[in-house]
């Protein structure tokens, strides 16, 4: 791991986002909330919850850290029955949380998927990518500015 002693303790935020496509049909009953298996959303909320928690654990060389905030939110696409997950993490530390930020996209992306495979095995996970950070010695980061 990369020695962090030295640095400041920091607030750092990470915004991070993730794509679910699916059939219509699987996409009207994670709205309709008439999944086999439960709540879609708020599973995958908590799944995403308790994976950001845990990223230390999954990927080697992330540092343990006392998250202080993870926020993650569900924006659905009629139009293209897709669901945008984006995840917050924040922290004031001395290391950035944008691979907590990601985990928590990554596993409630895939909470859905199990979820809803039974009925809909051609769900596609796409566009798991950083939005944002700021915090730290490298400041602010915006995609696509």
């Known amino acids: ?15 991070a986002q993730g794509v679910v496509a699916m059939n219509p049909d699987t996409f ?10 439960g709540n879609v959303l708020e599973t995958a909320r908590i799944a995403g ?3 950001a928690k845990k990223t230390s654990e999954l990927i080697p060389m992330c540092h343990p850290l006392n998250i202080t905030h993870i926020k993650i939110d569900f924006f659905p696409e009629h139009t293209t029955t897709s669901i945008r997950i984006e995840a917050l993490a924040g922290i004031v530390g001395q290391t ?4 907590e930020a990601l985990t928590a996209v990554s596993v409630a992306a895939l909470t859905i998927y199990d979820m809803c495979k ?16 700021s915090g730290g010695k ?7 500015k």
Do not use: C, H, P
């Open 138 to 144: 490298s400041g602010k980061f915006l995609r696509g």
């Open 118 to 133: 039974s009925t809909d095995r051609e769900m596609r996970i796409s566009d798991i990518y950083l939005l944002e950070k």
């Open 1 to 15: 791991m990369v020695d962090v002693t030295a640095k400041a303790l920091t607030s750092r935020v990470a915004v």
């Open 49 to 51: 919850i308790m994976a």
């Open 28 to 37: 009207e009953s994670i709205m309709n909330q008439t999944a086999k298996k």
């Open 96 to 99: 950035g949380v944008e691979m």
